[in-house]
């Protein structure tokens, strides 16, 4: 039979006996072991007798020179030394800790922000400043108020609040269609590089920018709706051509937009496909932004849904007809809104009926993808061909798609790398300043924002390639590294900070 006692150490001690045992048998074990204890007794000296034999009475007579701690017998004064010096070192430990804590630091200044990390600080101040309706109290430029607070409302054939929103450039008008277009591509920024906007310091503030304007953008037709039949494009206006007039307007009263009293009329749009696609875009490219807001998100992509869907079934110019935006921002096609709309749609929810469209041949060859001309090439509020060929050849480097889609992908993948070459200055598609600005405009009024767009696709196709593990491109039998494109898009910033940006 095993029995099992309990070792110090703690593993199981197994002890073996014969049940069989006689009485005799464990009396003579039992005076063997008093033999051996007493022969033994004799042979320890006095210290060692009193851990065995003393009772406890007796121990507790004498001052101990041992401490017993239950699995080691240390000698006392040792001990002591070793609790004594355990307590002095962590009060050492201690008052080092609170010298450190206690006497100021001295940190280095940080490293002053490059040109680049300047320049966009103040781009983004700019979209601050064109704030319209009720500035928040962390608006970075302090002498900014609230203004616009009855847009809307003042206008009794609309009657609903148009509060908030961007101001254009030289006004105080509210043009839904290129504000549209600067919402789509600072959301295709961030999708882009939003880590380099994280190291400046402003991926927040380029979101709150971004969501500043697509909430209005939510605002001026029904978004909670499948199907509508309006929008409101417009608000404020600014034909003078009258002259005679004194209908008090944005252009006629020369004022600040905080001092602004009279009512602003709302212009609606029943059959304006470009101006809704573009929408569609800013909606969906924004959606891709706060795709960790899933609630928010979704609610972008129901109201890009339901834009795309009214520019299919509407089908006009929202400038048509001689209206005000046609002053200011005509629109040439929507065929263009219809690729660049449909691309975004399809990034926004993998739904192929978006992709079937924007790769649709009849769609791309009504856009001018196959017959060039001036304007080709170049990217901008009116013409957005451009960069749906550079979005939908990311499209094809990265996830493509195959049959049947494969064709016109590689086409407009083509048309993209020609668009490149077209930049160079070894080619002479555009002329250029003395300073080096290629004037993509051909000598139009306001020729910056066709450039720093040029500057940001050629950048962002330079890194398209790298990232495909492609050193380049050929322009005819000639390869061109990718740093080619990346040159070009540091000279045209560099060259743009000294020209001046007309205003209105």
């Known amino acids: 039979m095993s029995m099992y006692g309990r070792d110090p150490w703690g ?11 006689t009485d005799d048998d464990r009396s003579r074990n039992l005076d063997l072991d008093r033999a051996a204890l007493s022969m033994t007794s004799r042979q320890l000296d006095e210290t060692q007798q009193s851990w065995l034999l003393a009772g406890p009475g007796d121990q507790g007579k004498k001052k101990k ?33 609170l010298i450190v804590k ?18 966009l600080h103040k781009a983004l101040m700019f979209f601050n400043a064109q704030r319209s309706g009720p500035i928040p109290k962390h608006n970075n430029v302090s002498w900014r108020g609230n203004s616009g607070m009855k847009d809307g409302i003042s206008d009794p054939s609309h009657g609903k609040s148009l509060v908030g929103g961007f101001y254009d450039a030289g006004d105080a008008i509210k043009f839904n269609f290129p504000s549209s277009f600067a919402m789509t591509m600072l959301s295709w920024s961030v999708i882009e590089y939003s880590a380099k906007y994280e190291a400046a310091g402003e991926l927040g503030h380029v979101k709150e920018i971004i969501k500043w304007g697509v909430d209005y953008l939510l605002k001026t037709f029904n978004s909670s709706a499948d199907t509508i039949d309006r929008i409101a494009a417009q608000v404020g206006q600014g034909d003078t051509s009258g002259g005679t007039s004194t209908t008090p307007n944005d252009h006629y009263c020369w004022m600040r937009p905080e001092d602004i009293d009279y009512p602003r009329p709302v212009l609606e749009c ?20 706060f795709k960790d807001n899933k609630a928010y998100s979704q609610k972008l992509v129901h109201g890009a849904a339901t834009l795309f869907k009214f520019s299919r079934e509407q089908r006009g110019r929202y400038s048509g007809g001689g209206s005000d935006a046609a002053i200011f921002y005509n629109s040439t096609s929507y065929w263009d809104e219809f690729v660049w709309g449909g691309a975004w749609m399809y990034l926004a929810t993998g739904n192929s009926s978006f992709l079937q469209l924007a790769t649709h041949p009849t769609l791309a060859k009504h856009a001018g993808a196959f017959w060039g001309g001036p304007d080709y090439g170049v990217l901008s509020w009116d013409n957005k061909l451009t960069g749906a060929q550079v979005l939908l050849s990311r499209l094809r480097l990265f996830l493509s798609p195959g049959y ?10 083509n048309q993209t790398g020609i668009i490149m070459c077209s930049y160079l200055p070894i080619f002479n598609t555009f002329n250029r300043t003395k300073g080096g600005l290629i004037q993509l405009n051909h000598g139009r009024p306001q020729p910056l924002q066709y450039v720093v767009n040029a500057a940001f696709l ?32 540091r000279t045209q910033a560099c060259s743009s900070v000294f020209v001046p940006r007309p205003i209105r």
Do not use: Q
């Not at 206690?102 to 320049?119: C, G, I, M, Q, S």
């Open 270 to 289: 029943h059959s304006c496909s470009d101006l809704a696609a573009e929408m569609a875009a800013a909606l969906a490219s924004a959606s891709i932004v």
């Open 65 to 97: 020179k041992y401490v017993d701690l239950g699995c080691l017998i240390v000698s006392r004064k040792l001990f002591l030394w070793t609790v004594g010096a355990i307590v002095a070192t962590a009060a050492l430990a201690g008052l080092i800790t």
């Open 11 to 21: 593993g199981p001690l197994e002890i073996s006996h014969a049940d069989s045992a």
């Open 102 to 119: 206690t006497v100021p630091r001295h940190h280095r200044p940080r490293p002053p922000p490059d040109n680049y990390t300047l320049a």
């Open 404 to 413: 049947p889609y494969e064709e016109i992908l590689r086409t407009f993948h």
């Open 458 to 489: 050629a950048a962002l196709y330079s890194d398209y390639l790298e990232a495909s593990d492609s050193p380049g491109w050929y322009c005819g039998p000639n390869f061109f590294p990718t740093g080619v494109l990346r040159d070009f898009a």
